[in-house]
């Protein structure tokens, strides 16, 4: 499309480009026009650059609409590279139309803030990889849940291994190539063990901080709850009378804060069972100190009960 076809498109309906970002100002006093400015012309030259046919009136409209929500929501506040991949991972992908573009827009910025910033070009450059791999939006869809889960999302994790199945079998195929991810690395928090394990093998040590001003969550010293947990359920961390959902597994960790409980967890005192994680724990941490633990042959998770972190310890397969 002719680039100057969005713009008299635009200008033709100024009234309704200004009222929209009027509306905007009025209800979120952050708006930058300034930010509006700046992006107008990248925004909507890269996205119609792909299109080989000139897009509709309504549609033109209705990306405006959308840059001015992205503005309003910061998308553009992130460093200037990742939103100039963004728009290039919109542009790389065939299937993505006039009938889908907004819809592509919003879900791939949605996936995309729920990143963290250090991950995110490389999540990026991950779907640009799949470009002629991928035939259709809901694809297209799996893949970012996938690449999102590998970007450190851990709850994305059961979406992301039920979605896999669906796909056709030379895009499994080149996602296992290309990122090592398949069926059993989804199945599974962290690597599958093939024998017990051994002091030679490679251990990673994480740290989840929980002190509120080193950008944790828990006010008071954190206790793993007593709950009775399901296979695919995350596990429950309380803190004095919140709740959170801890999500756990080898590429990253998130806590989802739940409904406050009536009465606090109990302290208890508890000790790790197998002679091995013993051995490994007691390298960093006084055994003597551990409040509660979840405890499996893949990993050991601890808290202290004089500290606001949670410790992790698990099996790498390198």
């Not at 506040?77 to 907004?102: A, C, G, M, R, Y």
């Not at 791939?108 to 963290?116: P, W």
């Not at 039920?162 to 690597?191: N, R, W």
């Not at 080898?250 to 109990?266: A, D, W, Y």
Request: net charge negative.
């Amino acid at each position: 499309m002719k680039p100057s076809v969005w713009k008299n498109v635009l200008l033709k309906n100024r009234e309704v480009c200004n009222q929209l970002v009027l509306t905007e100002e009025k209800t979120n006093p952050n708006f930058s026009e300034d930010l509006l400015s700046e992006n107008l012309v990248p925004f909507f030259e890269t996205l119609s650059l792909s299109k080989e046919k000139e897009i509709a009136e309504e549609t033109l409209l209705s990306l405006f609409q959308t840059l001015v929500t992205l503005v309003s929501k910061n998308f553009f506040k992130q460093n200037p590279e990742i939103t100039n991949l963004f728009l290039e991972t919109l542009h790389l992908f065939d299937f993505v139309s006039e009938e889908n573009l907004t819809e592509c827009i919003s879900y791939l910025a949605n996936v995309l803030v729920k990143v963290e910033e250090p991950k995110k070009e490389l999540f990026l450059k991950r779907i640009q990889s799949f470009s002629k791999s991928t035939s259709t939006v809901e694809e297209w869809k799996i893949l970012l849940t996938i690449f999102a889960w590998a970007s450190g999302k851990p709850e994305y994790r059961e979406e992301a291994k039920t979605k896999f199945e669906i796909l056709p079998l030379p895009l499994k195929e080149k996602i296992q190539s290309i990122v090592g991810i398949g069926e059993e690395t989804l199945s599974y928090p962290f690597p599958k063990r093939k024998g017990p394990p051994k002091e030679t093998d490679p251990i990673h040590f994480r740290v989840i901080p929980g002190y509120t001003l080193f950008g944790g969550q828990f006010r008071e010293i954190p206790l793993f709850g007593s709950q009775q947990k399901g296979e695919s359920d995350p596990w429950v961390v309380t803190s004095g009378l919140s709740q959170f959902s801890l999500y756990l597994d080898q590429f990253g960790t998130n806590l989802i804060s739940k409904e406050k409980i009536s009465v606090p967890e109990k302290q208890t005192t508890a000790a790790i069972q197998s002679s091995f994680w013993k051995l490994i724990v007691g390298k960093k941490l006084d055994l003597k100190q551990i409040a509660t633990v979840i405890e499996s042959e893949a990993f050991v998770l601890c808290t202290l009960q004089n500290s606001y972190n949670l410790y992790l310890f698990y099996l790498g397969s390198t």
